[in-house]
């Protein structure tokens, strides 16, 4: 009992001294991402959409036939001055903890989950910034509720409704370029959130934080499996601005298609090749890219074999394994294959985002 309770101290201590080592660069990091949070909160922010009804705080309110409202003069300078300050910082947080990571591993790399909660927390009271793709994604899962196929038409097909107003833009007659287990639960969240926009919205957001959590989770085991340092790992793919910003801040699917794919492709290295690849099937029946895992998985299972057949083997299994679970997936939601007709519908839209 004297051993455990010392072995305990001395774990504690070894946890409160890696905390106090990342204390002030956490609190740098904070400050960045609460900076960005208010610049999206403010009304008329350019970095979120300022629709009536878009989010519980910072936009007007709903009214059928009201447009955007944009910030001018002080406001805007405000607005952007605030977002970018605190990108700045958050990426000069993330640059520090990596940097010295590096070059000292720390034994118990836990403090950097505690870290990452830490910054994620300001970005998810704010509304999805920089992006209004997940209110398409909530027009979608009305239309799939009402058993309207998203592969077909587009969320203006709704008609005058507070799904449709503030799915507007480039994607408002854009059928959906996502697989069947997206638009299944695109469906079922907007039934359990009995219609509610904003509700509806939320829980999508959910989503893309349990998508993070998959890959805060696996990860670490992933990277070890090739012999890497798992806190390193975690600093670089984790704490990432660009999975903060734009994974748990807009609200993104890829950041679901991302957690079941390092989670398919780290279950495989464990030995359990066939689940890995039903996992990696998940991510593609989410967004088609996700599906890239299950090859990796075939392609590296039979080691450095040089043998046609067997590898043809491989790839054949892991086929079937794949297009079973689209199978399963599009009968169970009753959304069928139709998606695979729709998979170059976001080509028919350009950005200025599309580049990066």
Known sequence: M?????????????????????????????????????????????????????????????SYG??????????????????????????????????RIARE??????????????????????????????????????????????????????????????????????????????SGLEGAIVNFAGHRVLISVVLLRVLAV?????IATFLPSLARSYGKDSGVAFSLAVLNPLVLLFLIGSGHNDALMIGLLVAGLSIARRGHFSWGIVVCALAGAIKVPGAIGAFAITWTSVGTSRSVWRRSLAVAKAAVITMGTFEILSGLFGVGWGWTRSLSASDTVTTWITPA
């Open 210 to 214: 349990v998508g993070v959590a998959l």
């Open 66 to 99: 009201e447009g955007i409202a944009h910030a001018s003069g002080f406001a805007l300078l405000s607005a952007l001055t605030c977002g970018f300050a605190g990108i700045v910082l958050l990426s000069r947080a993330w640059l520090t903890i990596s940097r």
């Open 105 to 182: 591993p720390e034994p118990n790399s836990r403090c950097l989950v505690y870290i990452l909660a830490l910054w994620s927390t300001p970005l998810l009271i704010a509304p999805p910034m920089f992006s209004n793709d997940i209110y398409s994604y909530a027009a979608q899962g009305e239309m799939v509720s009402h058993h309207i196929s998203p592969y077909l038409y587009g969320p203006g097909v709704l008609g005058t409704t507070p799904f449709a107003s503030l799915a507007q833009g480039v994607w408002i007659n854009a059928p959906s370029p996502y697989g069947p287990l997206f």
């Open 2 to 62: 004297a051993s455990e309770i010392k072995n305990l101290n001395s774990s504690t201590d070894l946890y409160s001294s890696v905390l106090g080592r990342y204390a002030r660069t956490a609190l740098v990091g904070f400050t960045g991402t609460t900076l960005v949070a208010v610049a999206a909160s403010l009304p008329g922010s350019p970095f979120a959409l300022k629709v009536p009804g878009a989010w519980f705080f910072g936009v007007p309110r709903f």
